[in-house]
């Protein structure tokens, strides 16, 4: 019989939550969080489970299993250290670490240890990404030339007093939130990036950090990707185009305020011209969440290397410093 692991989650706020609702052939045994009532809260919403601001002593825990860490950035190598060195498996929020030395850290002593640490990249788990691959993997599209992806929200009254408009909490603004994810799609379809060109840059809100970010990335055969993050989109919009040789994928939307969540698929025809289209729509909400923690536990059952890990973390992390340091930002001082 297939043992249930115990799971304890840190950072009870909404990614913690959306986190707990997610959790599969598994048993939540704490909630942890700076903010205790918070903790108690979500915990009452689960059998026999406890909810503290101790999360040091929620990772020795015997009864854990894995640890998923959704603290703000500055808070997640500490406590994504502490797990591994508790023996946990764990599944740390993007972007994992405030900057890649910090990161570094980490990886040691995941490699040391010797558990699974899966870094919590949801997107790649969308249905219309999901779709995107296999329609790649026919050779549909043929050689992938360049992507364009757009990426961006309009913040809400008060942005720029929350914590990821605080460079010390958050490392960073725009470009290391919602930038980390286009980047991480990106390398999911065209590889590493040798050659990094972007700006951030604060137009609209009042805060040390970018409220936009602007990226060309190239590889090495100067495959590229053109990509935009904001937040003063004012329109939630999420826009992925994938260019082929011989075809074209669109990802529009995420749900929710993003719009139903869409692929088209452009195909081009012998005499070019209007290409024949396809089109899938995904109205049932956000299964990324389900779907990308019951990959974890595969990949604990198997013992294998999750396919979103700490190196896809350090890839991203990259693109996002260097961009930060042409820019001017010193989001570390």
């Known amino acids: ?24 052939e598994t048993n939540l045994v704490v909630c942890a969080d700076v903010n205790e009532v918070r903790a108690k809260a979500m915990a009452a919403g689960f059998p026999n489970c406890v909810g503290t601001s101790d999360w040091r002593a929620a990772v020795q825990r015997d009864d854990v299993d894995i640890v998923v860490v959704a603290t703000t950035n500055d808070a997640l190598v500490e406590a994504s250290l502490a797990a591994v060195n508790a023996g946990k498996h764990v599944l740390v929020e993007k972007p994992a670490a405030r900057n890649v030395k910090e990161l570094d850290v980490l990886i040691a002593a995941a490699d040391k240890i010797g558990v699974q640490v899966r870094v919590g990249f949801n997107h790649r788990y969308h249905p219309a990404l999901l779709k995107a691959h296999e329609l790649l993997e026919t050779g549909e599209l043929g050689e992938l030339m360049f992507i364009r992806g757009r990426y961006g929200h309009g913040g809400r009254k008060g942005y720029d007093r929350e914590w990821r408009a605080n460079p010390v909490l958050s ?71 994938i260019y082929g040789r011989d075809a074209k994928l669109h990802i529009e939307g995420l749900g929710g305020s993003y719009g139903v969540e869409k692929l088209s698929f452009y195909k081009m025809l ?12 995904y109205p049932r909400g956000d299964n990324s969440w389900k779907l990308e923690f019951e990959e974890f536990l595969e990949d604990i059952r198997l013992g294998r290397t999750p396919s979103a890990n700490l190196n896809d973390a350090r890839e991203a992390l990259l693109v996002v410093e260097k961009i930060y340091k042409d820019s001017g930002y010193d989001h570390q001082s």
Request: hydrophobic share 40%.
């Open 1 to 24: 019989m297939t043992k249930t692991l115990g799971i304890a989650i840190l950072g009870c706020g909404l990614i913690g939550q959306k986190r707990s609702k997610a959790l599969a």
């Open 171 to 241: 490392g960073g603004g725009e470009l290391i939130d919602q930038g980390v994810h286009l980047i991480d799609l990106s390398r999911c379809f065209l590889g590493n990036f040798s050659e990094i060109h972007g700006f951030a840059h604060t137009y609209f809100w009042d805060m040390p950090v970018d409220d936009n970010g602007f990226m060309i990335l190239k590889t090495e055969t100067k495959q590229t990707a053109f990509l935009h993050v904001s937040c003063t989109e004012w329109k939630n919009l999420f826009s992925m185009e």
């Open 270 to 281: 012998p005499e070019m011209g209007p290409p024949d289209t396809t089109i899938w729509e």
